[in-house]
C-alpha cells in the first residue's frame, strides 16, 4: 500500500461528515476468528459453511448444526477485538456520526467499543425459539474443544417448549428490514464509505458499498486480496486491517494519537 494512497484516504476520512465502515469476516481475522470462506476445521471440515448456515440443515441436523454455533460462539468468547476492531471505534470517536454496518455474527466490535452498529446478519450471542420468537437465554460456551466442537442437542423455549434457534440470518432467509433499511439509509447520505474484510460475494449485503457509489461517496477497500469491488472502489488500501485501519487513523488525526 502507498503512503499516497493512504495520505489520500486518511484526507478523505478526516474531511468526511458522515462516515459508514462496512465491514465483514476479514476484520475479525487477526483475532483468531475464522473468515467465513476458511476451510472449517475438526468436525466441521467436511462440511460447505454454506451449506451448514441454512435453516434446512437445521431442520435435518439440529444438533450439528447447534453445535457448529455454540463451537464458533466459543470460540469468539475466547477471541479478543484487534487493533482492526479498535481502529473503527477511533473513527466512530473521532466522527461521531460514524455508523458501523456489519456482517459479522461475532460481538467483537461492540467489545471494541462501537456503539452506532448496525447487524445485517444477526449474532451468535441472540437465540431465539423457532416457534414463538422469545429471546433464549444461553449457557456458557462449551469448551472450543481442539477436534472442533460436537453435535449439541439445541435447547427448548422456557416460554413454549418449542425448538431454541441461532440468532443468525442463513441463506435463503430475509435480513431484519430495520436493519436493513438502516444500512442503506447510512450508505445513501454518507459522505465516505469505508469496506473492510468483506469478499462482497453474499447479497443483499454486498449492495451497501454500491449503494454508497451510486450516491457519489468515495468508497476505500481494505483487504490484503482483490475482491469484486477493486473496481468500485476509489481507493483500495492492500493489507491486513489490524494493521492498515490504526495507520489510516493515525494519518487521520494524527494529534489525537490516531486509534484511541
Ligand atoms: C436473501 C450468518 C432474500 C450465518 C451469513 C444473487 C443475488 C442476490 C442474492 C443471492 C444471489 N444468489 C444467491 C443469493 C442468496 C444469498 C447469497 O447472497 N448467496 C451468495 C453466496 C451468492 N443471500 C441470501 O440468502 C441472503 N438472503 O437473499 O434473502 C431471500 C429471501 C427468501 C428466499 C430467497 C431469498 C442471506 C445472506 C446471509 C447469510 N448469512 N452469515 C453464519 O454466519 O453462519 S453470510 C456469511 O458470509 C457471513 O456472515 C459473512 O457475512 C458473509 C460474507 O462473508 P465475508 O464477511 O465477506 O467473509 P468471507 O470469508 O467471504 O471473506 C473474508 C474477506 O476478508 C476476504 O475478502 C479476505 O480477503 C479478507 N481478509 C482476510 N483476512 C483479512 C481480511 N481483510 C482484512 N484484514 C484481514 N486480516
Ligand atoms: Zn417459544
Known sequence: MTDQLRADAARLLREARAVVVFTGAGISAESGVATFRDALTGLWERYD??????????????????????????????????????????????APSTVVVTQNVDDLHERAGTRALVRLHGSLFAPRCVRCAAPASLPPPPGDTPEGGGRIPPPSCVECDGPVRPGVVWFGESLPEDQLAAAVRAA?????????????????????????????APVVQVNPYETPLDALADINLRGPAGQVLPALVAAAWPDAGGAR
Open 188 to 216: 445513501s447520505t454518507c459522505d465516505l464509505l469505508l469496506t473492510v474484510g468483506t469478499s462482497a460475494v453474499v447479497y443483499p449485503a454486498a449492495e451497501i458499498p454500491r449503494v454508497a457509489a451510486r450516491h457519489g
Open 49 to 94: 459453511p454454506q451449506q451448514l448456515a441454512t435453516a434446512e440443515a437445521f431442520h435435518a441436523a439440529p444438533d450439528l448444526v447447534w453445535g457448529w454455533y455454540e463451537w464458533r460462539r466459543a470460540l469468539v468468547s475466547r477471541a479478543r477485538p484487534n487493533a482492526g476492531h479498535h481502529a473503527v471505534a477511533a473513527i466512530e470517536a473521532h
